[in-house]
């Protein structure tokens, strides 16, 4: 806010502004009207006490030598002056106040302000109006003190309502600062959030808070990545030390590792780095590594133990921590590793001597360059190692055989053009030339269920939900119907290599084998597939999917403001969204869509002859139509005709004497029955035949083309192992040449020759071929589940070894089997003849 400035007076000013202009050049220093601060003010004195006295002195000193008339009309004019430079100031503070009320909005100070200045401004009309008339005031004395009063009080207001303005001002500042503080605090959490995605290892600090109930298979990947890095920065210092001291760099790496042939010199790191790990890892499969002949136990494979070693180790630094406990385990573990690893003549050749050796024999750890690299790269493996036993079950460790075939699914490659075969020539199928990092297994835990709200991007799924198939197909799991081997499962699914189409499905996984893509039963978005910065959200009772950028709903369940508030995958594979209740809300069952598998239909009917007894109990139902069983004698009559409500009346009741049964082909029966294994039709009679309660036999028969029951899976392993189909030709039968080939010991020579593969791992071949066989035991009671199986399959379990291989000799029957009863469905000749309950 400006004050007033004084101005000329030029001739087009008003007649009161040039007396007003004359009055004021007047006055001479150092009485007067002087300016202050902007504001023209009268001072009547150097002092601020005034009395009569002092005044009347004053003034009869500075009038001296007039007449008194005169004197009294300059006086009463410099009154005039001074009332109207107050009245000028309480104007300048009303203003002020004005524009302090604005903001924020006060109706009332905004009021006020107003009131005063137009009385102010009315007093000014009224001093005009008094000089023009030349009504004076006949004190003019007192007049003055009034106005020079008036006008400090104006001048106080002023200053007062300025204060205001810039405090409000500063705490406008303040907010400025404080909002400028949180966004810089948001910043810097973005930037390390961005840190930590280009940084795919990670720092171990991120374990800080780490619980043993909360461990999962991506902080084993963390820790491992960390290991790796380690590893790789000590096998560059020592190929360092190996050019100081003029090793033959091809000489040192066919030491370790023969017939390789590099594409790149520097390739030849990678030999090295392989014989770091396999000394490293040595003994990881052990609980306690390097004690292979001690037992402890009290501790034996006590997770609770290991993850306490792994917290204890992880934030202490690794000199410090030797410092302290030279005795310890870590320390018997670094100082063990350390005299395996360095050889005393490689020591001497990079050092001139073998001081750090003799140090570590005697348990004092040298803090050189070469030996702390050690001892961090040894605190990652022993953190690894700790970490794995922490697992219920233990991670375990495995290498890959030289020579066997590269696959994308379970193996990683340290560069695209790093090893090539022997002879140099390009090959269809690459082959391993040696494993640099061994590879880890962790049994798997997926999440089965998720609360609102729960949130997901795309490609932000940890990597152990991730899975790569044998086609370049790629699934980014988010739910699955059990912790352990699911059977169903829903996520972010893309078709081959593309990565820019990703749909959200629930699938059916391949459980024998692992690398085969899954099958799509279900497809949220199967017209508009997404990228990989997608959402999925459970927010407020309603399932979302976004686009990259999310703005666009791609798809929902539309139940938002629903008491939905739990979304998981079923045994069945349909994907329900459930309150805390489990009552339904939603579910995929009832929104079928066309899946991404060739032909699979959109909405499968199965028709109306798919419902139990919709014939009723003895009707037959086809096409949607209801008949009596078809026979020479009148045994049935219908007693109504509609569907629902059809049904077969026995004309004369059943007995458990002279009852025979009426032959049906191509007939089908769901339930769940009795079986009797490896019979007849005409045996399968005679079984019903003795059970009063028995009221028809069921008969399966002919070949198979779903081999689904436990025995059939075990056919199935055999054909693929042995790269034959099952035949029942005479001397071609696949279990009497499986029956020889246990009886000679020779198990291994029914490996498929065709299948590199199987033949690199022969072996594990043959352990495949004895589960398939414990599949075909005669006693179904002591054949494996279905799960069992799995579970041998994938090594989780023990396979019990076969004492008696007797129940491989298999009674043919040589009659073709004839269904005739309710459930003639085609499969093998050597499966259930199966018994109804009663009707």
């Not at 004005?98 to 007093?123: F, N, R, T």
């Not at 055989?401 to 690459?430: H, N, W």
């Not at 109306?608 to 139902?621: H, K, Q």
């Not at 099952?726 to 010991?745: F, M, R, T």
Request: some cysteine.
């Amino acid at each position: 806010m400006e004050g007033v400035k004084p101005s000329a007076v030029t001739p087009s000013k008003s007649k009161w502004a040039r007396t007003l202009s004359k009055v004021l050049h007047l006055h001479t220093a150092p009485t007067g009207i002087v300016p202050d601060d902007g504001v023209q003010k009268v001072k009547l004195g150097e002092t601020d006490e005034w009395n009569d006295s002092k005044t009347t002195k004053r003034l009869s000193q500075k009038f001296d030598g007039l007449h008194d008339e005169e004197v009294e009309k300059r006086m009463a004019l410099e009154a005039l002056t001074a009332k109207i430079f107050a009245t000028i100031s309480a104007i300048k503070a009303g203003y002020a106040q004005l524009q302090h009320a604005q903001s924020p909005y006060d109706a009332d100070g905004i009021q006020a302000a107003d009131q005063l200045i137009v009385s102010e401004l009315k007093k000014l009309s009224e001093f005009k109006q008094c000089f023009l008339k030349k009504q004076y005031d006949p004190s003019p004395e007192y007049s003055m003190l009034l106005a020079e009063i008036q006008e400090q009080k104006s001048l106080s207001k002023t200053f007062e309502v300025m204060g205001k303005k810039l405090e409000s001002q500063l705490r406008l500042k303040e907010s400025e600062i404080i909002f400028l503080r949180e966004k810089l605090d948001d910043s810097n959490k973005q930037n390390r959030l961005l840190e930590k995605r280009l940084n795919q290892s990670g720092q171990l600090f991120v374990l800080d808070n780490l619980h043993l109930s909360g461990l999962s298979p991506s902080h084993f990947i963390t820790v491992l990545r960390q290991t790796v890095k380690s590893i790789r920065s000590f096998v560059r210092l020592m190929i360092d030390q190996m050019k100081s001291a003029e090793w033959d760099m091809n000489t040192a790496a066919n030491s370790i590792e023969r017939g390789v042939v590099y594409w790149k010199a520097d390739d030849k790191c990678y030999t090295f780095e392989s014989f770091i790990c396999r000394e490293m890892f040595k003994a990881f499969h052990l609980p306690y590594f390097t004690l292979l002949g001690n037992s402890v136990p009290e501790v034996k494979k006590h997770p609770q133990v290991f993850f306490e070693r792994f917290m204890e180790l992880k934030s202490t630094k690794v000199t410090e921590y030797l410092a302290m406990k030279p005795k310890s385990t870590f320390a018997k573990f670094c100082r063990t590793r350390y005299l395996q690893l360095v050889h005393p003549k490689m020591e001497s050749s990079f050092f001139g001597n073998l001081s750090i050796r003799d140090m570590v024999s005697s348990y004092e750890f040298p803090d050189t360059t070469f030996f702390i690299l050690f001892a961090e790269m040894a605190k990652r493996v022993w953190l690894l190692h700790c970490l794995a036993f922490a697992f219920q079950p233990e991670a375990s460790i495995f290498q890959i055989s030289k020579g066997c075939r590269f696959s994308e699914v379970y193996m990683e490659s340290v560069t695209e053009e790093a090893f090539l075969s022997s002879d140099i020539t390009p090959q269809s199928e690459p082959r391993v030339a040696l494993t640099v990092v061994p590879g880890f297994r962790i049994a798997n835990s997926y999440p089965t269920s998720v609360k609102d709200p729960t949130f997901w991007r795309n490609n932000e799924i940890p990597p152990n939900l991730s899975f790569k198939f044998n086609d370049g197909s790629q699934l980014r799991l988010l739910l699955a119907n059990a912790n352990d081997n699911p059977d169903f499962g829903f996520g972010f699914f893309t078709k081959g290599n593309n990565t820019n189409a990703f749909y959200l499905v629930v699938v059916k996984f391949m459980t024998i084998y692992h690398d085969v893509p899954p099958i799509v039963v279900w497809s949220a978005n199967r017209d508009v597939p997404v990228g990989e910065f997608a959402t999925l959200e459970l927010r407020d009772g309603d399932v979302i999917l976004r686009n990259e950028d999310g703005n666009i709903i791609i798809w929902s369940t539309e139940t938002p403001g629903s008491i939905a508030r739990r979304l998981h995958v079923d045994d069945e594979g349909d994907l329900r969204l459930v309150d805390n209740r489990h009552t339904l809300i939603w579910n995929s069952f009832n929104h079928p869509t066309d899946t991404l598998v060739s032909n699979l239909l959109e909405d499968k009917q199965y028709g109306d002859c798919s419902y139990p007894e919709v014939c009723g109990t003895c009707g037959i139902c086809s096409d949607g139509q209801c008949s009596c069983p078809e026979s020479s004698g009148s045994y049935f009559r219908p007693s109504n005709s509609s569907l629902g409500s059809f049904e077969c009346a026995q004309v004369a009741p059943l007995s458990c004497q002279d009852t025979g049964f009426v032959e049906l082909n191509n007939v089908t029966y769901f339930s769940f029955v009795p079986q009797l294994l490896f019979t007849n039709a005409e045996k399968c009679k005679k079984e019903c035949l003795k059970n009063c309660s028995c009221k028809a036999a069921l008969f399966r028969g002919k070949l198979i083309t779903t081999k689904i029951d436990v025995y059939s899976l075990g056919i199935v392993i055999l054909e693929i192992i042995c790269g034959r189909k099952n035949s029942h030709a005479p001397g071609d039968y696949l279990i009497d040449i499986l029956k020889n080939k246990v009886e000679e010991n020779e198990l291994a020579s029914l490996v498929d020759e065709s299948n590199e593969d199987m033949q690199c791992h022969r072996e594990d071949a043959v352990k495949v071929m004895e589960i398939a066989i414990l599949c075909l035991q005669t006693n179904l009671y002591k054949r494996p589940t279905a799960a069992k199986v799995v579970r041998f399959l994938e090594g989780l379990t023990n396979v019990e070894p076969i004492s008696d291989y007797g129940f491989l000799t298999m009674i043919h029957i040589d009659e073709e089997p004839v269904a005739t009863a309710a459930d003639a469905c085609y499969v093998s000749p050597i499966t259930a003849s199966v018994l109804s309950g009663p009707r």
